[in-house]
Protein backbone atom coordinates (compact mmCIF):
# COMPACT_ATOMS: atom_id res chain seq x y z
CA UNK A 1 0.00 0.00 0.00
CA UNK A 2 1.43 3.27 -1.46
CA UNK A 3 2.09 5.99 1.46
CA UNK A 4 0.37 9.27 0.56
CA UNK A 5 2.59 12.00 0.27
CA UNK A 6 2.00 15.43 1.84
CA UNK A 7 2.24 18.12 -0.99
CA UNK A 8 1.09 20.72 1.39
CA UNK A 9 3.77 23.32 2.82
CA UNK A 10 3.96 25.41 5.49
CA UNK A 11 4.90 28.83 5.15
CA UNK A 12 7.98 29.97 5.99
CA UNK A 13 8.70 32.70 9.20
CA UNK A 14 9.31 35.83 6.43
CA UNK A 15 6.20 34.69 4.56
CA UNK A 16 4.12 34.27 7.81
CA UNK A 17 5.12 37.88 9.55
CA UNK A 18 4.95 39.38 6.10
CA UNK A 19 1.13 38.31 6.02
CA UNK A 20 0.78 39.55 9.76
CA UNK A 21 -0.28 42.73 10.37
CA UNK A 22 2.55 43.81 12.89
CA UNK A 23 4.65 42.51 10.55
CA UNK A 24 3.58 44.90 7.28
CA UNK A 25 3.14 48.01 9.90
CA UNK A 26 7.14 46.92 11.37
CA UNK A 27 7.97 47.01 7.47
CA UNK A 28 6.61 50.37 7.11
CA UNK A 29 8.19 51.26 10.06
CA UNK A 30 11.60 50.29 9.75
CA UNK A 31 11.29 51.49 5.76
CA UNK A 32 10.50 54.85 7.12
CA UNK A 33 12.90 55.21 8.86
CA UNK A 34 15.43 54.81 6.41
CA UNK A 35 13.77 57.27 4.21
CA UNK A 36 13.76 59.72 7.24
CA UNK A 37 17.42 59.74 7.67
CA UNK A 38 18.06 60.01 3.69
CA UNK A 39 15.77 63.18 4.23
CA UNK A 40 17.86 64.45 6.74
CA UNK A 41 21.46 63.57 4.88
CA UNK A 42 19.81 65.13 1.87
CA UNK A 43 18.40 68.45 3.69
CA UNK A 44 22.17 68.80 4.36
CA UNK A 45 23.52 68.17 0.99
CA UNK A 46 21.05 70.83 -0.27
CA UNK A 47 22.04 73.13 2.51
CA UNK A 48 25.30 73.80 0.73
CA UNK A 49 23.79 75.54 -2.13
CA UNK A 50 23.66 78.71 0.51
CA UNK A 51 27.60 78.42 0.23
CA UNK A 52 27.98 79.02 -3.65
CA UNK A 53 28.17 76.77 -6.51
CA UNK A 54 31.69 75.31 -5.88
CA UNK A 55 30.54 74.17 -2.61
CA UNK A 56 27.75 72.17 -3.59
CA UNK A 57 29.05 71.02 -7.19
CA UNK A 58 31.74 69.66 -5.38
CA UNK A 59 29.68 67.95 -3.20
CA UNK A 60 27.60 66.38 -5.87
CA UNK A 61 31.10 65.37 -7.30
CA UNK A 62 32.03 63.51 -3.53
CA UNK A 63 28.90 62.03 -3.96
CA UNK A 64 29.98 59.89 -6.98
CA UNK A 65 33.59 59.12 -5.44
CA UNK A 66 32.90 58.28 -2.13
CA UNK A 67 34.29 54.94 -0.77
CA UNK A 68 37.27 55.29 -3.69
CA UNK A 69 39.37 53.18 -4.49
CA UNK A 70 37.88 50.22 -2.82
CA UNK A 71 34.82 51.31 -4.15
CA UNK A 72 34.45 52.27 -8.00
CA UNK A 73 32.96 55.41 -9.38
CA UNK A 74 29.31 56.27 -8.64
CA UNK A 75 28.78 52.76 -6.64
CA UNK A 76 28.21 54.14 -3.25
CA UNK A 77 25.82 56.37 -4.82
CA UNK A 78 23.70 53.37 -6.29
CA UNK A 79 23.91 51.41 -3.80
CA UNK A 80 22.23 54.10 -1.67
CA UNK A 81 19.53 54.67 -4.42
CA UNK A 82 19.11 50.50 -4.20
CA UNK A 83 18.46 50.45 -0.58
CA UNK A 84 16.33 53.84 -1.23
CA UNK A 85 14.25 52.19 -4.26
CA UNK A 86 13.84 48.98 -1.44
CA UNK A 87 12.67 50.69 1.50
CA UNK A 88 9.91 53.25 -0.26
CA UNK A 89 8.57 50.30 -2.04
CA UNK A 90 8.17 48.41 0.93
CA UNK A 91 6.73 51.48 2.14
CA UNK A 92 4.56 52.10 -0.32
CA UNK A 93 3.21 48.38 -0.71
CA UNK A 94 3.03 47.53 3.08
CA UNK A 95 1.17 51.16 3.58
CA UNK A 96 -0.99 49.75 0.60
CA UNK A 97 -2.17 46.43 1.89
CA UNK A 98 -2.37 47.42 5.00
CA UNK A 99 -4.96 50.39 3.50
CA UNK A 100 -6.90 47.42 1.87
CA UNK A 101 -7.33 45.33 5.15
CA UNK A 102 -8.81 48.42 6.76
CA UNK A 103 -11.47 48.90 4.67
CA UNK A 104 -12.15 45.15 4.26
CA UNK A 105 -12.40 45.27 7.70
CA UNK A 106 -14.68 47.86 7.66
CA UNK A 107 -17.53 47.75 5.52
CA UNK A 108 -18.88 50.66 5.56
CA UNK A 109 -16.91 53.89 4.62
CA UNK A 110 -14.71 54.98 7.89
CA UNK A 111 -14.62 58.15 9.48
CA UNK A 112 -12.39 59.39 12.02
CA UNK A 113 -14.64 60.85 14.73
CA UNK A 114 -11.90 61.65 17.45
CA UNK A 115 -11.05 64.73 17.94
CA UNK A 116 -7.75 63.88 18.90
CA UNK A 117 -7.23 62.73 15.38
CA UNK A 118 -4.51 64.73 13.68
CA UNK A 119 -4.72 66.39 10.28
CA UNK A 120 -1.33 64.44 9.33
CA UNK A 121 -3.53 61.48 10.79
CA UNK A 122 -5.99 61.99 8.22
CA UNK A 123 -4.43 62.80 5.58
CA UNK A 124 -1.57 60.15 5.65
CA UNK A 125 -2.55 58.37 2.74
CA UNK A 126 -3.18 60.80 0.55
CA UNK A 127 0.11 62.67 1.58
CA UNK A 128 1.99 59.33 0.51
CA UNK A 129 0.31 59.29 -3.32
CA UNK A 130 1.31 63.25 -3.11
CA UNK A 131 5.41 62.16 -2.16
CA UNK A 132 5.24 59.49 -4.87
CA UNK A 133 4.40 61.92 -7.53
CA UNK A 134 6.44 64.27 -6.49
CA UNK A 135 9.70 61.46 -6.22
CA UNK A 136 8.91 60.89 -10.24
CA UNK A 137 9.12 64.49 -10.99
CA UNK A 138 12.29 65.33 -9.14
CA UNK A 139 14.01 62.85 -10.34
CA UNK A 140 13.02 63.99 -13.83
CA UNK A 141 13.83 67.08 -13.07
CA UNK A 142 16.99 67.46 -11.24
CA UNK A 143 18.59 63.73 -11.92
CA UNK A 144 17.43 63.10 -15.01
CA UNK A 145 17.15 66.55 -16.79
CA UNK A 146 14.12 64.64 -18.34
CA UNK A 147 11.92 67.45 -17.55
CA UNK A 148 14.44 70.30 -16.36
CA UNK A 149 12.99 73.63 -17.29
CA UNK A 150 16.84 74.97 -18.61
CA UNK A 151 19.89 73.39 -19.97
CA UNK A 152 20.49 70.65 -17.64
CA UNK A 153 24.06 70.07 -16.73
CA UNK A 154 25.66 67.31 -15.22
CA UNK A 155 27.23 67.44 -12.00
CA UNK A 156 26.57 71.09 -11.80
CA UNK A 157 23.27 70.92 -9.20
CA UNK A 158 23.93 74.62 -8.70
CA UNK A 159 23.21 76.12 -11.87
CA UNK A 160 20.09 73.18 -11.67
CA UNK A 161 18.16 73.98 -8.93
CA UNK A 162 18.12 77.42 -9.68
CA UNK A 163 16.79 76.69 -13.19
CA UNK A 164 14.27 74.63 -11.35
CA UNK A 165 13.02 77.55 -8.76
CA UNK A 166 13.18 80.34 -11.19
CA UNK A 167 9.45 78.91 -12.64
CA UNK A 168 6.21 79.57 -10.51
CA UNK A 169 5.12 75.75 -11.04
CA UNK A 170 8.65 74.21 -9.90
CA UNK A 171 7.99 76.61 -6.15
CA UNK A 172 4.37 75.31 -5.95
CA UNK A 173 5.37 71.50 -6.74
CA UNK A 174 8.25 71.24 -4.23
CA UNK A 175 6.69 73.31 -1.46
CA UNK A 176 3.31 71.62 -1.16
CA UNK A 177 5.37 68.19 -1.56
CA UNK A 178 7.73 69.26 1.25
CA UNK A 179 4.73 70.62 3.70
CA UNK A 180 3.38 66.87 2.84
CA UNK A 181 6.90 65.53 3.80
CA UNK A 182 6.83 67.68 7.03
CA UNK A 183 3.06 65.91 7.89
CA UNK A 184 4.07 62.87 7.01
CA UNK A 185 7.33 62.81 8.90
CA UNK A 186 5.25 64.35 12.05
CA UNK A 187 2.95 61.14 12.21
CA UNK A 188 4.91 58.78 11.13
CA UNK A 189 8.11 58.94 13.34
CA UNK A 190 5.24 58.36 16.07
CA UNK A 191 3.54 55.48 14.19
CA UNK A 192 6.99 53.77 14.00
CA UNK A 193 8.25 54.30 17.46
CA UNK A 194 4.70 52.61 18.68
CA UNK A 195 4.91 49.80 15.94
CA UNK A 196 8.72 48.82 17.30
CA UNK A 197 8.04 49.46 21.06
CA UNK A 198 9.81 52.58 21.60
CA UNK A 199 6.84 54.04 22.75
CA UNK A 200 5.94 54.32 26.64
CA UNK A 201 3.99 56.80 28.82
CA UNK A 202 7.55 58.48 29.77
CA UNK A 203 9.12 58.53 26.60
CA UNK A 204 5.67 59.66 24.51
CA UNK A 205 6.63 63.12 26.24
CA UNK A 206 9.74 63.06 24.54
CA UNK A 207 8.64 61.53 21.28
CA UNK A 208 5.63 64.26 20.36
CA UNK A 209 8.40 66.99 20.30
CA UNK A 210 10.60 65.22 18.81
CA UNK A 211 8.41 64.24 15.85
CA UNK A 212 7.64 68.10 15.71
CA UNK A 213 10.79 69.48 16.31
CA UNK A 214 12.02 67.13 13.37
CA UNK A 215 9.48 67.52 11.25
CA UNK A 216 9.81 71.43 11.53
CA UNK A 217 13.15 71.56 10.68
CA UNK A 218 13.05 69.17 7.65
CA UNK A 219 10.17 71.59 6.16
CA UNK A 220 11.93 75.07 7.09
CA UNK A 221 15.22 73.41 5.61
CA UNK A 222 13.71 71.92 2.06
CA UNK A 223 11.91 75.27 1.78
CA UNK A 224 14.81 77.16 2.45
CA UNK A 225 16.59 76.16 -0.79
CA UNK A 226 13.15 77.35 -3.37
CA UNK A 227 12.58 80.71 -1.19
CA UNK A 228 16.47 81.47 -1.72
CA UNK A 229 16.09 81.27 -5.33
CA UNK A 230 13.11 83.79 -5.23
CA UNK A 231 14.60 86.29 -3.04
CA UNK A 232 17.33 86.16 -4.64
CA UNK A 233 20.01 84.53 -1.90
CA UNK A 234 20.68 81.89 -4.71
CA UNK A 235 21.31 83.47 -7.69
Known sequence: MALATRTDKRPSMTRTLWDSTIGKKTVMAVSGLIMLLYLFLHMIGNLKIFFGPAEINEYAHWLRTLGEPFMHYEWSLWL???????????????????????????????????????FATRTMRWGGIILALFIVWHILDLTTGTVHPGEYEHLKPYQNVIDTFSTWYSNVIYIVAVVAVGFHVRHGLWSAAQTLGVGTATRNRVLKPLANGLALVLTVGFISVPVGVMTGVVS
Do not use: G
Open 80 to 118: FRVVLVVAVVAHATSAYQLSRRDIKARPTQYVHKKREAS
